[in-house]
């Protein structure tokens, strides 16, 4: 049994910073991609940022400049720097892993709740 479990989620004002915590556990083989995506109310869940096992790094374009994905392979953990955090930043933020353990798979967390007052 694989799981993911978020933590860091809250509310900031306009301009603050958050960071986000991710980490993966259970039956795992390897890990490849990790990352964020969020779903706004009324909006499809859309990705924010991404990171190969190598480092490599995929943004939307809109948190461009604004936020940093980062991992610890060492305890399967990823993280998203979010800093000058603007009022359309809020939503649930869902952490995403593709994990190859029993099976090889696609797996999320449980959400956490960002909201940015104006």
């Known amino acids: 049994q694989v799981r993911l479990v978020e933590s860091g989620g809250g509310l900031v004002q306009a301009g603050g910073s958050l960071r986000l915590s991710c980490a993966a556990s259970?039956?795992?083989?390897?890990?490849?991609?990790m990352g964020w995506y969020r779903q706004a109310p009324g909006k499809q869940r859309e990705m924010v940022a991404i990171?190969?096992?190598?480092?490599?790094?995929n943004y939307a374009d809109s948190v461009k400049g604004r936020f940093t994905v980062s991992r610890d392979n060492a305890k399967n953990t990823v993280y998203l720097q979010m800093n000058s955090l603007k009022p359309e930043d809020t939503a649930v933020y869902y952490c995403y892993a593709h994990i190859r353990g029993y099976y090889i798979n696609d797996y999320w967390g449980q959400g956490t709740q960002v909201t940015v007052s104006s």
């Open positions: 990171i190969s096992s190598g480092g490599s790094t």
């Open positions: 259970g039956s795992i083989f390897s890990i490849n991609d």
